[in-house]
């Protein structure tokens, strides 16, 4: 009797110090600054860069002539990846843009605020 305790007493605390740890291990994730997570994004899974380049023409504007346009008309960058405002750049370029729309609708707030802050990061 004394054993199977001792046995069941030496689980719980194993199980318990390998759940702590692992609490702990995910808790030290570097966070990425608005600018870095809207890069991932442009380069990754947005998939932007196929299209837009920092200081070059494409297929779309660059980068720089978004944040350009957008910050001098003070026009609203996550309304027009929502499609949800008319585009301020290059509007013959706009039905090229709208297939991509279905990528960038799902995108979350904070995703979208990560773009608008690294397109205006061209600014500086």
Same mark, same amino acid.
């Given at each position: 009797? /004394?054993?199977? %305790?001792?046995?069941?007493?030496?689980?719980?605390?194993?199980?318990?110090?390998?759940?702590?740890?692992?609490?702990?291990?995910?808790?030290?994730?570097?966070?990425?600054?608005?600018?870095?997570?809207?890069?991932?994004? $442009?380069?990754? /899974?947005?998939?932007?860069? %196929?299209? +837009?380049?920092?200081?070059? /023409?494409?297929?779309?504007?660059?980068? +720089?002539?978004? %944040?350009?346009?957008?910050?001098?008309?003070?026009?609203?960058?996550?309304? $027009?990846?929502?499609?949800?405002? /008319?585009?301020?750049?290059?509007?013959?370029?706009?039905?090229?843009?709208?297939?991509?729309? %279905?990528?960038?609708?799902?995108?979350?707030?904070?995703?979208?605020?990560?773009?608008?802050?690294?397109?205006?990061?061209?600014?500086?």
């Amino acid at each position: 009797m /004394k054993k199977a %305790a001792l046995l069941i007493g030496l689980i719980l605390v194993i199980s318990c110090k390998k759940e702590s740890q692992e609490s702990f291990g995910k808790s030290t994730e570097v966070s990425q600054t608005p600018e870095q997570l809207g890069k991932s994004i $442009f380069e990754g /899974k947005g998939n932007c860069v %196929a299209c +837009h380049q920092p200081n070059q /023409k494409i297929i779309g504007p660059s980068i +720089h002539e978004i %944040a350009t346009i957008y910050k001098a008309q003070n026009g609203n960058i996550i309304s $027009f990846l929502k499609d949800d405002a /008319k585009p301020l750049v290059d509007p013959t370029q706009y039905e090229v843009m709208k297939t991509n729309f %279905a990528i960038t609708k799902t995108l979350s707030d904070e995703e979208l605020k990560g773009l608008e802050a690294y397109i205006y990061s061209y600014l500086k």
